[in-house]
């Protein structure tokens, strides 16, 4: 019965910003490494930010300085704060979880157009 589901995914113009959001169901959350992956059309599916149990932080070289990636163990929940986004930020972004097991969300379309 574990689900994760993405949201907050949308059209955006360049330079804009958005916040997507995965609600996570895994028990005890607050022990799983949780990251927001994405895939282009394409192109190979990336590790774009990571947040680890102890709320310490990594990103892809292509989104440092520009995406913010945080936790609310209360809430179970991640969030990925996307600030001036890019046309090559265009991609569906997964939110996936690992710990003794691994479990993905459905994914959450960001299009950066103008």
Same mark, same amino acid.
């Given at each position: 019965?574990?689900?994760?589901?993405?949201?907050?995914?949308?059209?955006?113009?360049?330079?804009?910003?958005?916040?997507?959001?995965?609600?996570?169901?895994?028990?005890?959350?607050?022990? #799983?490494?949780?990251?927001? #992956?994405?895939?282009?059309?394409?192109?190979?599916?990336?590790?774009?930010?990571?947040? $680890?149990?102890?709320?310490?932080?990594?990103?892809? !070289?292509?989104?440092?300085?520009?995406?913010?990636?945080?936790? !609310?163990?209360?809430?179970?929940?991640?969030?990925?704060?996307?600030?001036?986004?890019?046309?090559? !930020? $265009?991609?569906?972004?997964?939110?996936?979880? $690992?710990?003794?097991? !691994? #479990?993905?969300?459905?994914? $959450?379309?960001?299009?950066?157009?103008?």
């Amino acid at each position: 019965q574990v689900q994760l589901t993405e949201s907050g995914g949308g059209l955006v113009q360049p330079g804009g910003s958005l916040r997507l959001s995965c609600a996570a169901s895994v028990s005890p959350f607050r022990l #799983y490494d949780m990251r927001w #992956y994405r895939q282009a059309p394409g192109k190979q599916r990336e590790l774009v930010a990571r947040i $680890t149990s102890l709320s310490t932080t990594n990103y892809a !070289d292509s989104v440092k300085g520009r995406f913010t990636i945080s936790r !609310d163990n209360a809430k179970k929940e991640i969030y990925l704060q996307m600030n001036s986004l890019t046309l090559e !930020d $265009t991609a569906v972004y997964y939110c996936m979880a $690992t710990w003794r097991q !691994d #479990y993905w969300g459905q994914g $959450t379309q960001v299009t950066v157009s103008s």
